[in-house]
């Protein structure tokens, strides 16, 4: 099955890895636990944060794998304790976010069941820069004079290739 490019554009030159990034975002879970927020808290701050009640820091993981945070949870059920009845469940989760280059994570803060992690994105700079034009002294495109015809063709053309 092919699959149709967003950026088969002859305009967008280089963008390969963020069509391969796109494609990662959209392999991953769609399942909505834990839910999440994300907001800006400054002009180049963000903060994620997950809903967790339930779970300890210890039972939390926040790792930078290549160009992912992945935030993970897993609860062990204590045999001890007995249920008469169990709405919450001990559910493991993974919660992956891409993030774009320059993206520094800052820490993570576990407070009243919410795990917030703070993100500062990089000042873009932007450059600009002249590329000069060179000019050469003779052209690189082929003089129909210059072209060798083949033998069989030299027959065929006769007297029209002798008036070029």
Do not use: C, W
Request: charged share 30%; glycine share 8%; hydrophobic share 35%.
């Amino acid at each position: 099955m092919t699959r149709l490019s967003l950026f088969n554009s002859p305009f967008l030159l280089g963008f390969d890895e963020l069509e391969r990034a796109l494609d990662r975002v959209s392999k991953t879970s769609s399942d909505g636990y834990p839910p999440y927020n994300i907001e800006r808290t400054g002009e180049d701050d963000i903060r994620i944060s997950l809903a967790v009640a339930g779970f300890s820091p210890e039972e939390l993981s926040v790792t930078i794998e290549d160009t992912q945070l992945v935030i993970r949870g897993k609860q062990d059920d204590d045999p001890a304790r007995e249920f008469l009845h169990r709405g919450i469940a001990a559910r493991q989760f993974q919660r992956s976010f891409l993030l774009a280059e320059g993206i520094e994570v800052l820490g993570a803060d576990l407070d009243n069941g919410l795990l917030h992690v703070s993100l500062k994105r990089p000042v873009v700079e932007t450059h600009s820069r002249t590329i000069e034009i060179k000019t050469g002294g003779k052209s690189k495109r082929p003089n129909l004079k210059e072209i060798d015809i083949e033998p069989e063709e030299k027959a065929s053309t006769g007297d029209a290739h002798a008036r070029l």
